[in-house]
């Protein structure tokens, strides 16, 4: 799936009633955005799973970023994703804009080069408006350079600015039960939910249904784990395919496959 499909999915999803969710499976409904941060030799069912059909993108993280060296696991991976139709995003650190731009922009070259990787995913974004000049400068570096997606994790919901900066802010980044009590802000309202991402973790198989339920009211990209901390996207949670729009399974899928 193209990068500029997985975002109409996403949009559409947002657009679709909030009756679409039922029976445990996010129906029709929002994309998904995989923090895949787990090699290919550790987890390979895991990265199987993501070469399969279905409106997802993988958020690459060799190692922090794109590692040292060209990894050919990772490499052989992403090639697989791509060849089933998948969008594979870059994980760059921005450090809250503390980290120097010529390493941010050393890492958007590595993924290009050894990956062709050109859409990126920045981390630890900050969100207080001062730091919109330091953001505006790599993402339009990263603009330049070919990206066609570019997201801006800040984990909470940051000045309405940075949606000027670029296609996707991810809004939440927590466990479910603070999820579950999150109240998004009124400026939010005023825009397409497929402009939000959500990444909830720590959530056990009974609060699945209601977490997939409130988010298809606040973002039209999503991520749902009940892996937690330190890092919760170290496999695929087994409820993995739920978070896809029904008609989309794995066959002989089971919670054991992920090996």
Do not use: I, K
Not at 136 to 165: C, F, I, K, M, Q
Not at 196 to 205: A, R
Not at 236 to 249: A, D, W
């Amino acid at each position: 799936m193209s990068r500029r499909r997985l975002l109409q999915v996403a949009a559409a999803a947002a657009a679709a009633p909030a009756a679409t969710v039922r029976s445990g499976t996010a129906e029709g409904a929002v994309g998904t955005l995989v923090p895949a941060y787990f090699h290919p030799a550790v987890a390979p069912g895991g990265w199987r799973r993501l070469a399969d059909p279905g409106p997802h993108s993988v958020v690459l993280n060799v190692a922090s970023g794109p590692g040292e060296v060209p990894d050919p696991v990772f490499q052989r991976a992403v090639q697989a994703v791509r060849d089933a139709g998948g969008t594979v995003t870059a994980y760059v650190d921005v450090s809250y804009a503390r980290r120097d731009p010529a390493l941010v922009e050393e890492d958007l070259r590595r993924y290009r080069a050894w990956y062709g990787v050109s859409d990126v995913f920045f981390d630890q974004a900050p969100a207080a408006p001062d730091a919109l000049p330091y953001l505006r400068a790599v993402t339009e570096s990263a603009r330049v350079s070919g990206a066609a997606l570019v997201v801006l994790n800040h984990g909470t919901h940051p000045d309405p600015g940075y949606l000027a900066l670029a296609d996707v802010l991810v809004t939440f980044e927590g466990p479910a039960s603070a999820y579950l009590s999150l109240t998004p802000p009124s400026w939010t309202r005023a825009h397409p939910r497929h402009r939000f991402c959500h990444l909830v973790h720590t959530c056990p198989s009974g609060t699945l249904l209601r977490v997939l339920t409130r988010a298809r009211d606040r973002a039209g990209l999503l991520y749902v784990t009940d892996r937690s901390l330190p890092n919760p996207y170290d496999r695929l949670p087994p409820h993995f395919p739920h978070l896809l729009p029904s008609g989309v399974r794995w066959g002989g899928w089971s919670a054991e496959a992920d090996g």
